[in-house]
């Protein structure tokens, strides 16, 4: 990788890159989201798409997961291209996938066992001790324990997102796609689940999609960025971009650094004041 | 949480329960109950049948014995009922058939009268004695006709 | 005046395509109900919530029609000293026409909201794009159990609303109005046929069942995922289920009575 302020991709795939968007183009009606993006996730690594809301980085989660087609260009998944198969093709392709969505999307009807080991009843041939096996494993893995049968609207947010995560691994894929994953969290469930996703890419080796807005994380765990802003792309480690000269990509990094500050501080002022609610000098 | 087996139990109540409704409705109310179940086919031509429908029932002395099956033209322009009766009744050659209406706003059915002869009809026979339907307008014409011819 | 004139063009237009993709909808259903695996454990549950839980409207809306029709057809008959026939004017008109459209109204109104809202919901939480990544068709394991159930559901219902409202009827003519009970049944049994109308009367519940599961199952599968989104669907569903079901019936019963 090249040690200069920032690289910017063209088609030219590297070899170790896992996903590839070629030249993809998307926009909603009128309003164009982004245009002839190329760039790749390597292999193994936790990539990490930042942007400000709306940028569309969870359209390209989407993009990936085949449940959006672009306008243009092409979308590789190990080796396949997703934008030309039919559904029946991608649901043979999604079982190497896995995904965790920003609300969660569990099965609101079913427990939190029974939504885990959802992919395994359908994908797999397992007999009921095995699968009851890998589903607890899996909850002890991302720290869950003990909440078999309670039911999603019982959960806390955080024990949300890692049911939904457990959920995503259960199928052991080798691609792992989260969308926004620490919204709505907690500074302390923000560590945490930043830890899992760190611990379980270094003792698996899946390679890890994230799309983002919550800066500090992202230049913590990742290893690959890719930063969208006004419909480029820019690609780099989050050292080269920390480094980097270009105005709108400091702009952007320190802008929503503030913004997180200022967020810190407004609760800070909150715990002061007590539980009247009132807001404190 | 939600015992599925007790979920799925009650389903079966539920489908028990509407499927005998369904059977109630079919079999007790609708009368389902075969007619025609090795019945002798037998049929009559009348000059008018008014309304009467097929399945329409036919009654002797008031029970009902049968059912009307099929209602055609036949070739002098005049209708020709056929109808099942119970194989287990015996009619007399020279019974008669006439088409009645049950009550003032009911269907028309066909009521048997039976003769007095020693031989009794056969399966696919003709009844030879018929009554037409009773057709409420003619009998007025008649009536106001009569009423003129007559001067008081 | 040219931009009137666009405007219906513009609605119109709108209108077929929407008839375009309400068909595709109902042949890709159609195709995966005849597609295994069949989901029979998906089936029951649908049952219990689209059926079971239907029961008690049912039950209680048909004693009550019954009641009423009872009394109505009393007044009436009574005036041309035909109040023997009230089995069968009750019966009839139940067994005809009341039972299957009252069921489906009423079930479109419990069943056919929550199911509209139900799927309007898992899309608005991205459940059915998780179903999607997760391999499984929603079509499949959502859309074909909760259709199928209410076309099964319907005929049951429809009959346990008849008897109910035969029952009720009952109550009415003979305890309270005086009508030998005999009678009642009698002339009730005598009026009704089973092809004419007992299996033109389930065949009719059949279809209804039909097109409220498809309707209701639609709307909610092609609901905004928004709060609103998934509220437009259910009164959309309530609206368009009910007239489609009054229209069916027009046809159903002109094209049954040939």
Same mark, same amino acid.
């Given at each position: 990788m090249a040690e200069s302020a920032y690289t910017r991709d063209s088609a030219a795939s590297r070899d170790e890159d896992h996903v590839l968007l070629d030249d993809v183009s998307m926009a909603y009606g009128d309003r164009p989201?982004?245009?002839?993006l190329s760039f790749g996730f390597p292999r193994g690594k936790i990539s990490v798409v930042l942007g400000g809301s709306g940028s569309g980085k969870t359209t390209i989660l989407k993009l990936i997961g085949g449940l959006v087609r672009p306008d243009t260009g092409r979308v590789v998944v190990e080796g396949d291209d997703v934008t030309r198969m039919k559904e029946r093709e991608l649901y043979v392709v999604r079982e190497k996938l896995g995904m965790m969505f920003q609300g969660g999307? #569990? #099965?609101?009807?079913?427990?939190v066992f029974d939504n885990v080991a959802f992919p395994l009843r359908e994908r797999s041939r397992r007999n009921k001790h095995e699968i009851a096996d890998k589903v607890h494993n899996r909850l002890r893995s991302v720290g869950l324990h003990d909440v078999d049968d309670l039911l999603p609207s019982e959960l806390s947010g955080g024990m949300v997102k890692r049911v939904a995560l457990a959920r995503a691994l259960i199928l052991d894929p080798v691609i792992v796609l989260i969308d926004e994953p620490f919204s709505g969290l907690d500074p302390v469930t923000v560590k945490l689940i930043e830890a899992l996703f760190v611990k379980i890419n270094r003792e698996s080796g899946m390679t890890m999609i994230l799309s983002s807005h919550h800066i500090p994380t992202t230049m913590r765990m990742a290893d690959n960025v890719i930063m969208i802003l006004q419909g480029d792309a820019i690609r780099g480690t989050p050292r080269e971009l920390a480094r980097s000269r270009d105005a709108r990509i400091r702009r952007f990094l320190t802008e929503e650094v503030a913004e997180e500050d200022v967020l810190e501080r407004v609760d800070q002022l909150q715990v002061e004041a007590g539980p009247s609610g009132r807001s404190g000098g | 949480m939600r015992n599925s087996t007790t979920r799925d139990f009650i389903v079966g109540l539920f489908v028990l329960a509407g499927l005998g409704a369904i059977a109630y409705l079919s079999l007790s109310v609708g009368g389902i109950a075969n007619p025609g179940k090795g019945g002798i086919a037998l049929y009559a031509t009348f000059d008018d049948i008014a309304n009467l429908r097929p399945r329409a029932p036919v009654e002797l002395a008031g029970v009902t014995v049968g059912q009307v099956t099929g209602i055609t033209l036949n070739d002098s322009y005049r209708a020709r009922v056929d109808f099942v009766m119970d194989p287990r009744i015996a009619l007399p050659v020279d019974s008669s058939a006439s088409i009645v209406t049950a009550g003032l706003l009911g269907d028309r059915y066909i009521l048997l009268q039976a003769g007095a002869e020693d031989a009794f009809l056969q399966e696919g026979e003709e009844i030879a004695y018929t009554e037409s339907a009773l057709v409420l307008e003619r009998m007025v014409g008649k009536f106001l006709v009569n009423v003129e011819d007559d001067p008081k | 005046m040219i931009e009137a004139v666009a405007f219906v063009g513009r609605k119109a237009l709108a209108f077929v395509e929407h008839l375009g993709r309400i068909a595709l909808f109902t042949t890709r259903c159609v195709a995966t109900a005849l597609r295994p695996p069949f989901r029979f454990h998906r089936l029951v549950e649908e049952l219990y919530k689209l059926g079971v839980l239907s029961l008690v409207i049912i039950t209680v809306s048909g004693v009550a029609v019954g009641m009423v029709l009872a009394l109505q057809g009393y007044n009436t008959l009574v005036r041309f000293g035909s109040e023997e026939a009230l089995g069968a004017v009750v019966g009839l008109s139940l067994v005809r026409e009341l039972g299957p459209v009252l069921t489906a109204l009423l079930t479109t109104g419990r069943a056919g909201s929550a199911t509209a809202a139900e799927i309007g919901t898992m899309v608005a939480t991205q459940q059915l794009d998780g179903l999607r990544m997760m391999s499984v068709d929603p079509m499949d394991y959502v859309v074909r159990p909760k259709a199928m159930a209410m076309t099964l559901v319907m005929p049951m219902l429809g009959a346990l609303f008849t008897t109910a409202a035969i029952f009720g009827a009952y109550l009415v003519g003979?305890? #309270?109005?005086?009508?030998d009970g005999g009678t009642y049944m009698t002339s009730l049994e005598d009026a009704i046929d089973f092809r004419n109308d007992v299996a033109g009367s389930l065949l009719k519940t059949l279809l209804f069942g039909g097109i409220v599961g498809l309707v209701a199952t639609y709307r909610g599968y092609t609901c905004a995922p928004t709060s609103e989104g998934v509220s437009s669907a259910t009164t959309s569903t309530v609206v368009i289920a009910s007239v489609t079901v009054l229209i069916a019936d027009y046809f159903f019963t002109a094209l049954w009575g040939v």
């Amino acid at each position: 990788m090249a040690e200069s302020a920032y690289t910017r991709d063209s088609a030219a795939s590297r070899d170790e890159d896992h996903v590839l968007l070629d030249d993809v183009s998307m926009a909603y009606g009128d309003r164009p989201v982004f245009e002839n993006l190329s760039f790749g996730f390597p292999r193994g690594k936790i990539s990490v798409v930042l942007g400000g809301s709306g940028s569309g980085k969870t359209t390209i989660l989407k993009l990936i997961g085949g449940l959006v087609r672009p306008d243009t260009g092409r979308v590789v998944v190990e080796g396949d291209d997703v934008t030309r198969m039919k559904e029946r093709e991608l649901y043979v392709v999604r079982e190497k996938l896995g995904m965790m969505f920003q609300g969660g999307a #569990l #099965l609101d009807s079913m427990t939190v066992f029974d939504n885990v080991a959802f992919p395994l009843r359908e994908r797999s041939r397992r007999n009921k001790h095995e699968i009851a096996d890998k589903v607890h494993n899996r909850l002890r893995s991302v720290g869950l324990h003990d909440v078999d049968d309670l039911l999603p609207s019982e959960l806390s947010g955080g024990m949300v997102k890692r049911v939904a995560l457990a959920r995503a691994l259960i199928l052991d894929p080798v691609i792992v796609l989260i969308d926004e994953p620490f919204s709505g969290l907690d500074p302390v469930t923000v560590k945490l689940i930043e830890a899992l996703f760190v611990k379980i890419n270094r003792e698996s080796g899946m390679t890890m999609i994230l799309s983002s807005h919550h800066i500090p994380t992202t230049m913590r765990m990742a290893d690959n960025v890719i930063m969208i802003l006004q419909g480029d792309a820019i690609r780099g480690t989050p050292r080269e971009l920390a480094r980097s000269r270009d105005a709108r990509i400091r702009r952007f990094l320190t802008e929503e650094v503030a913004e997180e500050d200022v967020l810190e501080r407004v609760d800070q002022l909150q715990v002061e004041a007590g539980p009247s609610g009132r807001s404190g000098g | 949480m939600r015992n599925s087996t007790t979920r799925d139990f009650i389903v079966g109540l539920f489908v028990l329960a509407g499927l005998g409704a369904i059977a109630y409705l079919s079999l007790s109310v609708g009368g389902i109950a075969n007619p025609g179940k090795g019945g002798i086919a037998l049929y009559a031509t009348f000059d008018d049948i008014a309304n009467l429908r097929p399945r329409a029932p036919v009654e002797l002395a008031g029970v009902t014995v049968g059912q009307v099956t099929g209602i055609t033209l036949n070739d002098s322009y005049r209708a020709r009922v056929d109808f099942v009766m119970d194989p287990r009744i015996a009619l007399p050659v020279d019974s008669s058939a006439s088409i009645v209406t049950a009550g003032l706003l009911g269907d028309r059915y066909i009521l048997l009268q039976a003769g007095a002869e020693d031989a009794f009809l056969q399966e696919g026979e003709e009844i030879a004695y018929t009554e037409s339907a009773l057709v409420l307008e003619r009998m007025v014409g008649k009536f106001l006709v009569n009423v003129e011819d007559d001067p008081k | 005046m040219i931009e009137a004139v666009a405007f219906v063009g513009r609605k119109a237009l709108a209108f077929v395509e929407h008839l375009g993709r309400i068909a595709l909808f109902t042949t890709r259903c159609v195709a995966t109900a005849l597609r295994p695996p069949f989901r029979f454990h998906r089936l029951v549950e649908e049952l219990y919530k689209l059926g079971v839980l239907s029961l008690v409207i049912i039950t209680v809306s048909g004693v009550a029609v019954g009641m009423v029709l009872a009394l109505q057809g009393y007044n009436t008959l009574v005036r041309f000293g035909s109040e023997e026939a009230l089995g069968a004017v009750v019966g009839l008109s139940l067994v005809r026409e009341l039972g299957p459209v009252l069921t489906a109204l009423l079930t479109t109104g419990r069943a056919g909201s929550a199911t509209a809202a139900e799927i309007g919901t898992m899309v608005a939480t991205q459940q059915l794009d998780g179903l999607r990544m997760m391999s499984v068709d929603p079509m499949d394991y959502v859309v074909r159990p909760k259709a199928m159930a209410m076309t099964l559901v319907m005929p049951m219902l429809g009959a346990l609303f008849t008897t109910a409202a035969i029952f009720g009827a009952y109550l009415v003519g003979v305890a #309270l109005m005086g009508i030998d009970g005999g009678t009642y049944m009698t002339s009730l049994e005598d009026a009704i046929d089973f092809r004419n109308d007992v299996a033109g009367s389930l065949l009719k519940t059949l279809l209804f069942g039909g097109i409220v599961g498809l309707v209701a199952t639609y709307r909610g599968y092609t609901c905004a995922p928004t709060s609103e989104g998934v509220s437009s669907a259910t009164t959309s569903t309530v609206v368009i289920a009910s007239v489609t079901v009054l229209i069916a019936d027009y046809f159903f019963t002109a094209l049954w009575g040939v």
